[in-house]
């Protein structure tokens, strides 16, 4: 398996007011690599999706 780097993030911090959502998160996902995001309605799944992408700043 290749393992480039293709998404890294380093230090993420998500929050509305004073709901922090992710804070000082680090991901790296190499090429080949399969990630699957699970948790309940409200967890941050779709905010940590849409920070990676660069649609959530």
């Not at 290749?2 to 230090?11: F, L, P, T, W």
């Not at 929050?15 to 309940?40: A, I, P, W, Y």
């Amino acid at each position: 398996m290749n393992e480039d780097v293709v998404i890294s993030v380093k230090g993420l911090k998500n929050s509305f007011g004073e709901e922090v959502v992710h804070e000082n998160l680090d991901l790296e996902m190499r090429r080949g690599e399969v990630l699957g995001v699970v948790g309940g309605s409200g967890s941050g799944k779709s905010v940590l999706m849409r920070s990676i992408i660069g649609l959530q700043q």
